[in-house]
Nanobody, 119 residues
């Protein structure tokens, strides 16, 4: 059964850190890019970051560059998003999704994990 399950969200103060995880199953994980996409309250989807299957390429939105780091462990079928120096504007529901081509054509999504940055 194909699954993407996010975890690690929560409430954090501005300037704090969180690490999100995306655990995959039911497909050949290393064949796929995995991306993170977020949706802030009342706003549309915003692409955050992605990583290719052999961990040679990572990409970031300008809004998170230098603060977030994406990584993956293919032995554990898991992708991580380390988020540092969090800002209130990072508050959103964070989804991971898979992409075979690397062109942002996400064909399967997880259920999301909530990140709230507030004092």
């Amino acid at each position: 059964q194909l699954q993407l399950v996010e975890s690690g969200g929560g409430l954090v103060q501005p300037g704090g850190s969180l690490r999100l995880s995306c655990a995959a199953s039911g497909f050949t994980f290393s064949n796929y890019y995995i991306g993170w996409v977020r949706q802030a309250p009342g706003k549309g989807l915003e692409w955050v970051s992605d990583i290719n299957g052999d961990v040679t390429r990572t990409n970031y939105a300008d809004s998170v560059k230098g603060r977030f780091t994406i990584s993956r462990d293919n032995a554990k079928n898991t992708v991580y998003l380390q988020m540092n120096s969090l800002k209130p504007e990072d508050t959103a529901l964070y989804y991971c999704a898979r992409d075979l081509t690397g062109w942002g054509e996400y064909d399967y999504w997880g259920q999301g994990t909530q990140v709230t940055v507030s004092s």
